[in-house]
């Protein structure tokens, strides 16, 4: 099946950081990209869906200031917390969609602002 | 809008014994109803994926069933083993809408 990999699969940052988070399709073409959110004990939330050259499409309540979504190739989409909080310490996971509209997940990114 | 629940959101059965997860959604558009496997921690493992048009999807120990009309699904695991131990989330994507939505998942304990 298709691979989506994710970068870094940990990070811990100090408040006021920015921290950037690279999801990459490996063995297709990702038209579109998903990014989720999950914090413990809780489901996987969509945070935003981006289209490869177009700015992303952010969920009622999704700050896009605060999370910037590139998606500048058919291969990579980037997720960028801007000024971390505590708050945002939570688990990212990014899919990818090509042609076929299947989503395929990437094995996440946990991500701890101290 | 579509909401998802899964019950119960916790398990535990003693190893060797079978069991179902249920999964209910409140809108019958659905495209297509998944069901993954997420370890501790860990990314989705996706189990069995069952298209609006079928009824039961079969991966090895692992049946899911799909009932379009009530809104409903459930996970069949036969011979439960220690390392089935993990959460099983239930997700459905809605016709004509890329997004999938997730219920909040049952975590299973199967003991030794």
């Known amino acids: 099946g298709a691979v989506v990999s994710q970068h870094p699969s940990w990070v811990i940052c100090k408040s006021g950081t920015s921290v950037k988070i690279e999801c990459r399709s490996l063995?297709?073409?990702?038209?579109?990209m998903f990014w989720y959110r999950q914090f413990p004990k809780q489901s996987l939330m969509l945070m935003a869906t981006?289209?490869?050259?177009?700015?992303?499409?952010?969920e009622q309540g999704v700050e896009k200031d605060k999370f910037l979504i590139n998606h500048a190739s058919l291969t990579l989409s980037t997720l960028t917390v801007t000024s971390a909080h505590p708050e945002d310490s939570s688990f990212y996971i990014c899919?990818?969609?090509?042609?076929?509209?299947?989503?395929?997940f990437g094995p996440g990114t946990r991500l701890t602002v101290t | 809008k579509q909401e998802v629940t899964q019950i119960p959101a916790a398990l535990s059965v003693p190893e060797g014994e079978n069991l179902v997860l249920n999964c209910s959604f409140t809108?019958?558009?659905?495209?297509?109803l998944q069901w993954f496997r997420q370890d501790p921690g860990k990314g989705l493992t996706s189990l069995l994926l069952?298209?609006?048009?079928?009824r039961e999807q079969t991966s090895g120990r692992l049946n899911a069933s799909l009932d379009k009309s009530s809104g409903r699904s459930t996970l069949y695991i036969a011979a439960s083993q220690p390392g089935d131990s993990a959460t099983y989330l239930c997700?459905?994507?809605?016709?004509?809408?890329?997004?999938?939505?997730f219920g909040k998942g049952t975590r299973l304990h199967i003991l030794p």
């Open positions: 069952i298209q609006s048009s079928q």
């Open positions: 981006s289209n490869e050259g177009s700015k992303a499409t952010y």
């Open positions: 809108d019958s558009a659905i495209y297509n």
């Open positions: 063995d297709f073409q990702a038209t579109t």
């Open positions: 899919s990818g969609a090509g042609y076929s509209y299947e989503q395929y």
């Open positions: 997700a459905v994507r809605e016709v004509g809408d890329d997004k999938i939505i």
